[in-house]
C-alpha cells in the first residue's frame, strides 16, 4: 500500500520555537494532505486541508498564523509551529490522499509527531 | 458538525473472546471507514463501508454499515493479542465528493481495546 513518511517522529523544545514536521509521500503524489491534532486518549481532530500549490484551508478554531502550512509540491507537505507553548503540546498526524476522487479514494496516515515544548 | 459517538469507550477482554465496537451518528455519511491505532503511530485503515446495510469481513474482522448510513458496528471474532488497539470510525460526508473534501473525515473519540493472553 502507499506509504506517508512523517518526520521527526518526537521532537522536544523550548516555549517560544519554532518546530517543522514533513510529511511526504514516497510513492504516490498526493495533492492534498491533511493536518491532525491528537491528545491522549482522544480522537484525531482535522486542523486543516492543504492543497498543493495552494493556500491551506484552515478549520474553525485553528489560527493560521501559528500553524503555517505549505505544500509546495505533490509529495511534501510541511507544518510548523511558531513561538510554541507548551499547551501546542501534542501529537500530530499528517495524511494523504490519493487524488483519485469518488468512493475509491483512499487515505494514508503519516506515523505521527509528538512534541513536547517546555 | 456530525458527531461519530462510539462505545464502549474502553474494552478489555481475553484472548479467544469475542467483542463488538459501535459507531453511531444521527446523521447519513456517504461512507464510514474503521481505523486501527497503536500508541506512538498513525492510524491505519482497515476497511471502508459505503453502501446501506453493506457487511465485509477482513478474517476475523466483521463490519456492518447501517441500512440508514448512521451506524456501523465491527466485530472482532476470537480475540488475540494483536488485536489491541485503538479502534477508530470516521464518517465521510453525503456529497462532499470532491477530492479535497472527501479526506475531511469526521472522527469518532475512539475505543481502545486490550486483549490479554
Known amino acids: 500500500g502507499a506509504v506517508v513518511s512523517q518526520h521527526p517522529s518526537r521532537v522536544i523544545c523550548k516555549s517560544g520555537t519554532s518546530v517543522k514536521i514533513e510529511c511526504r509521500s514516497l510513492?504516490?503524489?498526493?495533492?492534498?494532505m491533511f493536518w491532525y491534532r491528537q491528545f491522549p486518549k482522544q480522537s484525531l481532530m482535522l486542523m486543516a486541508t492543504s492543497n498543493e500549490g495552494s493556500k491551506a484551508t484552515y478549520e474553525q478554531g485553528v489560527e493560521k498564523d501559528k500553524f503555517l502550512i505549505n505544500h509546495a509540491s505533490l509529495t511534501l507537505s510541511t507544518l510548523t509551529v511558531t513561538s510554541a507553548h507548551p499547551e501546542d503540546s501534542s501529537f500530530y498526524i499528517c495524511?494523504?490522499?490519493?487524488?483519485?476522487?469518488?468512493?475509491?479514494?483512499?487515505?494514508?496516515f503519516g506515523s505521527g509527531t509528538q512534541l513536547s515544548v517546555l | 458538525t456530525q458527531l461519530l459517538e462510539q462505545s464502549p469507550q474502553f474494552l478489555s477482554i481475553q484472548e479467544g473472546e469475542n467483542l463488538t465496537v459501535y459507531c453511531n451518528s444521527s446523521s447519513v455519511f456517504s461512507s464510514l471507514q474503521w481505523y486501527r491505532q497503536e500508541p506512538g503511530e498513525g492510524p491505519v485503515l482497515l476497511v471502508t463501508?459505503?453502501?446501506?446495510?453493506e457487511v465485509k469481513k477482513l478474517k476475523r474482522l466483521t463490519f456492518q454499515f447501517g441500512d440508514a448510513r448512521k451506524d456501523s458496528s465491527l466485530h472482532i471474532t476470537a480475540a488475540q493479542p494483536g488485536d489491541t488497539g485503538l479502534y477508530l470510525c470516521?464518517?465521510?460526508?453525503?456529497?462532499?465528493?470532491?477530492?479535497?473534501?472527501?479526506?475531511?473525515?469526521?472522527f469518532g473519540a475512539g475505543t481502545q481495546v486490550v486483549v490479554t493472553p
Open positions: 510513492d504516490f503524489q498526493a495533492t492534498t
Open positions: 495524511s494523504a490522499s490519493t487524488g483519485t476522487g469518488g468512493l475509491n479514494e483512499k487515505l494514508f
Open positions: 470516521a464518517g465521510g460526508s453525503p456529497g462532499l465528493m470532491t477530492t479535497d473534501s472527501w479526506g475531511k473525515l469526521q
Open positions: 463501508v459505503v453502501t446501506g446495510g
